[in-house]
């Protein structure tokens, strides 16, 4: 089978390899598609103490049942699946207490174990024994399917928010998380969704997904719009949906009083740090919520959103064979794409 193996930082090379063994208590998979995640362009631009070079990415997969485990009932060949990629252990203090998308333990596809950036790939019996593995009707289309893992990300932290009716919720970044956020907001109920980023053209393309009000924000004043918009108290909600620690800033001055803030987007390794007006926190009372993780239920909401047509998936904008991974990252890190898949069999 053909395998893309991410080699070094910015480094991949397509190899040929022998299709992975079926373990007898697990599946083996033909990957239909496969999500080029915010998290792969970051471990391919600039690496991730995550991984051992050699390493086949993908999490966000999606395919066919190929083989099924000597051990395993209840599935057949030809069955379409998507898969919940984070392994909790079920047994630290973390799984113990509830909180499972904080596992001590978590093995994790792509990164602990060979990814979906392959024609085949294993879901192990841990998947199936956790129920994490969620079969698609025969009928559905497997593509956009791929996005149940970023939504139960959004879900698990709009559920941690209590986005609700009426609310005003600043989005800021207007990629994949953004757009999604935006969505999500709307089903809550909120009845503005202002939708910042810098960059005009990648603004543009995210107009049809939820947001009422749009600011890019290297053209006009951020908190000074926010403000305008809301009639000079703030938003009741900002989630910063992107790696950049200067909308943390902001976001606290762009808040109501006892406003929530979202520091979704993750930043850098070796630049971690921000700064906020903990005068600001203190008298205008802000609760400040870190997003990280979700838990398997919280994956079965995102693909039952999905399944029930209640997400626009248009945000996938571009369709590319594996090995293109390469342009894919460019295209997201230019603007020009939203959502990129991967097609291990396209040609």
């Known amino acids: 089978m053909k395998a893309l193996y991410l080699t070094g930082k910015a480094q991949v090379e397509m190899r040929d390899i022998p299709v992975p063994e079926c373990p007898d208590d697990g599946l083996l998979i033909k990957i239909d598609s496969v999500g080029l995640c915010g998290s792969d362009v970051r471990t391919y631009s600039v690496g991730s103490a995550k991984i051992n070079y050699p390493v086949i990415l993908g999490h966000e997969n999606a395919g066919y049942v190929e083989k099924v485990g000597k051990n395993v009932t209840g599935w057949k060949v030809g069955d379409k699946v ?5 392994i909790p252990c079920g047994k630290c203090y973390y799984c113990v207490n509830k909180m499972p998308g904080l596992c001590d333990n978590i093995q994790v596809a792509g990164t602990s174990f060979p990814g979906g950036f392959a024609q085949y790939m294993v879901f192990p019996g841990d998947m199936l024994a956790r129920g994490q593995i969620i079969k698609v009707p025969d009928d559905a289309d497997l593509e956009p399917m791929i996005l149940a893992e970023l939504l139960a990300s ?4 709009q559920d941690d928010l209590k986005v609700g009716m009426g609310d005003t919720v600043v989005i800021v970044g207007s990629g994949p998380i953004g757009c999604l956020h935006a969505q999500i907001a709307k089903l809550h109920g909120a009845t503005k969704i202002i939708m910042a980023e810098l960059n005009k053209d990648r603004l543009d393309k995210c107009h049809e997904f939820g947001g009422t009000h749009f600011i890019v924000s290297s053209q006009e004043d951020l908190v000074q719009r926010v403000m305008e918009i809301t009639d000079g108290r703030g938003a009741d909600v900002c989630i910063v949906a992107c790696p950049s620690a200067k909308p943390h800033q902001q976001g606290v001055e762009l808040l109501r009083k006892e406003g929530r803030l979202c520091l979704f987007g993750g930043l850098a390794k070796d630049n971690p740090w ?5 005068n600001l926190i203190h008298y205008k009372r802000l609760r ?24 626009d998936t248009r945000i996938i904008t571009h369709a590319l064979p594996l090995e293109q991974m390469p342009e894919g990252v460019r295209m997201i890190q230019q603007g020009e794409a939203i959502k990129v898949v991967l097609k291990p069999w396209m040609e």
């Open 82 to 86: 998507v898969a919940n990629p984070a």
């Open 154 to 157: 959004v879900v698990k932290a």
């Open 274 to 278: 921000t700064t906020m007006d903990g």
């Open 288 to 311: 400040i919520f870190g997003a990280y993780s979700y838990s398997a239920a919280d994956f079965a909401k995102g693909y039952e959103l999905l399944a029930a047509g209640r997400i």
